[in-house]
């Protein structure tokens, strides 16, 4: 790449005012750890392709998208928050790193498949801590059926329940439909019920697979898996799933009824159907109990020799090197307000597309941009730990708290410093912030 374009396996993108994208990240393009067989991220891809084992899996040849694909085609408002340069890394204007799998449902109904399991790296711009990264992994799973065979669902739908009352579940389930979360107007109310029953059976099924082991032994508590009504703008009706793990209810997955617009812009108008967005990390943390997000990028054989495909085997933390904090207080530029939002989350709330400009407002995600693109996976967190408006001056100022760890080895104060003052010159020089 060069100051004024990108250069990716031999395409050129021309930068302008959206391009937004460290060359930290752009080196991670081709890792496809979802791909390498025994690393948990792959282990959990293939037990989930084996649970659906008639779903054809895909995987897309490329993160970059156009603007298109990830957003408009599916419906997203043009005031979305997910929209915004602090939320996600754009090429330029047109095309951008996809920030979730669902950029890729028109393409892959357009194939003529009825029954897909797709998985691919994703990205967004975020905060720092031992759950959070830019980079992770979704797996998009789908099964849509011809309008003139939904009558066949109620069949499906039995069968489905009659494996479930076997599983040791308990589900609570307090989803109902309204007009905040409703069928679609052209479905008929029986076809769409049956399609959302067998949307919720076959996650359930699929979540008492990864999580039902304790239950199922003799004198186990039940799982416990509960339904939540959500939005997103290519689903409806919309849900979120968690389950209770080790005393926390955990989010696994976004899902709902297939929008009509995507199946008519596929060239498929005449089926209907669900489809889910399952991210990878959060689920292999909790059950490989991996304590740290940035381990699935290590090539420490400490960590890599510890699992096989196909199982789900508990890792033994290697010792932890210890951390080395450094803090760091600066002036907001004046008149600077703070913002911050979520992805695609369940909030239907609209947000501002942050404008490209240079004196943005002061957004976190761009600090710890900068951060990561100097301390790469160095940097285990990054903590608020104070935020202060002077009372004459209405100024604003922040103290971050940055740790610091290697997952290797042990790290200099030395080292440490050099990267403190690198991040400090960079933000001040990018941001227009003073340092205290
Ligand atoms: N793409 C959504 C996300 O990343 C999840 C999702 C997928 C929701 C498919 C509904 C259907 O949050």
Redesign the pocket.
């Known amino acids: 790449s060069t100051p004024d374009s990108y250069i990716i396996n031999g395409v050129t993108y021309p930068k302008d005012t959206y391009s937004n994208i460290p060359s930290s990240i752009l080196d991670k393009l081709d890792r496809n750890l979802h791909l390498k067989p025994s690393h948990p991220i792959s282990i959990l891809r293939q037990i989930v392709e084996d649970h659906f084992s008639s779903y054809t899996p895909l995987v897309p040849s490329s993160a970059i998208v156009s603007v298109d694909q990830n957003f408009d085609e599916l419906g997203f408002p043009p005031d979305h928050p997910g929209r915004s340069l602090t939320d996600s890394y754009y090429l330029n204007n047109e095309y951008m790193l996809r ?4 950029a890729h ?1 028109v393409e892959s109904y357009r194939k003529g498949l009825d029954k897909w399991l797709l998985s691919a790296d ?1 990205y967004r711009r975020d905060e720092i801590d031992s759950s959070h990264y830019p980079i992770f992994h ?1 797996m ?1 799973g ?1 099964h849509i059926w011809s309008n003139s065979d939904l009558h066949l669902l109620p069949k499906l739908n039995e069968e489905l329940e009659k494996k479930i009352s076997n599983y040791n579940i308990a589900i609570e389930d307090e989803t109902f439909i309204s007009s905040s979360n409703p069928f679609q107007s052209h479905h008929d109310p029986i076809h769409a019920e049956q399609i959302t029953k067998h949307l919720k059976h076959s996650l359930n099924s699929l979540i008492f697979r990864l999580f039902g082991h304790q239950a199922n032994q003799k004198g186990g508590e039940p799982l416990k898996v509960r339904w939540i009504e ?1 939005y ?1 703008p ?2 409806t009706p ?1 849900y979120e799933v968690e389950v209770f793990w080790q005393g926390e209810w955990l989010e696994l ?4 009824v ?1 929008m009509q617009k995507t199946l008519d812009q596929s060239g498929v108008s005449d089926k209907s159907g ?4 399952l ?1 990878l990390e959060r689920l292999s943390m909790v059950l490989f109990s991996i304590p740290d997000i940035r381990l699935f990028w290590t090539s420490d054989p400490r960590f890599s020799s510890q699992f096989k495909q196909g199982q789900i085997t508990t890792f033994n933390s290697y010792s932890k090197y210890p951390p080395c904090y450094k803090d760091m207080s600066f002036w907001l530029p004046p008149a600077s307000t703070n913002s911050s939002s979520d ?3 369940a909030s239907a709330a609209g947000g501002k597309i942050s404008s490209p400009t240079h004196m943005k407002p002061f957004h976190e995600n761009d600090y710890c941009e900068i951060v990561r693109d100097v301390a790469g996976d160095l940097i285990e967190s990054v903590t608020l730990i104070d935020d202060f408006t002077h009372p004459k001056t209405n100024r604003q100022s922040k103290c971050y708290r940055l740790n610091y760890r290697h997952m290797d080895r042990n790290l200099s104060n030395d080292e440490v410093n050099e990267l403190q003052n690198i991040v400090q010159k960079r933000v001040v020089g990018e941001m227009g912030i003073e340092m205290r």
């Not at 920030?99 to 669902?102: L, V």
């Not at 997955?253 to 709902?256: I, R």
């Not at 669900?274 to 967005?277: D, E, M, S, T």
Request: charge should be negative.
């Open positions: 920030t979730h799998t669902s449902e994703v979704q998009e789908t959500a997103f290519f689903t919309s997955l976004g899902c709902g297939v669900w489809a889910f967005g991210g992805q695609h989350g």
